[in-house]
């Protein structure tokens, strides 16, 4: 329960004056329920699915968790809210479910918060339809702000799963050699990451002129002397994220690698000393964008990073159309990246005074030598 703000989620039913929430969004599910299905169901992500799991939150009461029928059975085992309500998929549709259950907890004719952004446009047809009485408001940005500040037990849960990831790319690329292939060293990461614990682990890790390629897949390609081997690993440790990036090169690095990694470190650092509580994401991607033609480059990438939590992308999104402000308690990961190539990406918590380096026991002052 520590790491669930249970206490802010009260607070701001109660500062919205809504009588209950109800989280739709794998994200906002996951986070209030520790449901199985919506960790791992790929339909959840489907708004108009056929499976999705709902939690409804009420002001007053307990809270309901509602799956599938042919989900009850691991979700009593692993999902921590008692009170679990199950529809026959197929025969029955999550929303027709839910609006029982709204029912049963008296919030027919209520004002009821809800995940409007993730609901198939047919399904909130049919629930507006059944409770023509009932006020539903988006309830996402609430949730999203819940979810952003961060309990004393999820930041000692990421802080571990920052090291982790980290000891793992030190493994790694130590017995790293010319001639391996950008497939072998990504299997050897996520089979480190694996074998650390991870629930779940993903990302991608590309080597010189492949690299320029925003999520290309790892191949049977050599790393070859002068390659930049630019990285992005994501690790899940008891139900939170890692997301970290490191730059390698093939041998001794020139002297232009040196120049173009050291001005990344510049920006990253400039980056750093900016964040505190109030600034806004938009404002941090300004400053990013100005830092960068200081520079003598230009921004490749529409963000420079993103908060994190129980799912890798949570708002505050730090871009240029994200209004979000930066508070104190959340995580954020901030990545520049530069020439396609050089990308760092390190997590931060940010505190009353600026932000606590999470991601700390990789050096990244000067690039890893693959030798």
Known sequence: METRNLELLRSKLEGAGLDAVVAVNKKSVVYLSDAPTAWSDWQQRRADGPSICFVVWPAKGDPV????????????????????????????????????VLDDLGLRGKRVGIEKRAVGAAYW??????HRDTTFIEAGPLLDSVRAQKTEA???????????????????????RPGMTELELDTAMRASLIGMGASAADGNLLSGGRAMVIHRAPVRKPIETGDIVRTDYTA????????????????????????????????EVDVFNYIKPGVRALDLWNFYVRRVEMHGFKADLPLLGHNIGAELHEEPMIAQS???????GMVVCVEPFLRKQYQIQDQLL?????????????DTREMFVIE
């Open 125 to 130: 047809e049919a629930l507006t339809k059944a």
């Open 154 to 176: 999820e930041v000692r849960i990421m802080r571990r799963a920052c090291a982790l990831l980290d000891r793992a790319f030190l493994s790694v690329f130590s017995r790293a």
């Open 236 to 267: 899940f440790f008891d139900g939170r994220a890692a997301n970290l990036s490191r730059v390698f090169v093939v041998g001794k690095p020139s002297q232009e690698q040196r120049a173009i990694y050291q001005s990344l470190r510049e920006i």
């Open 322 to 328: 994200d209004t979000g402000t930066l508070e104190c």
């Open 65 to 100: 968790l509602i799956v599938g029928e042919l989900e009850r059975e691991v979700t009593a085992e692993c999902a921590w809210i008692p009170r679990l309500e199950c529809y026959a998929e197929y025969a029955e549709t999550p929303y027709e479910k839910l609006g029982k």
């Open 350 to 362: 940010i505190t009353t005074t600026g932000t606590e380096l999470l991601s700390k026991d990789f």
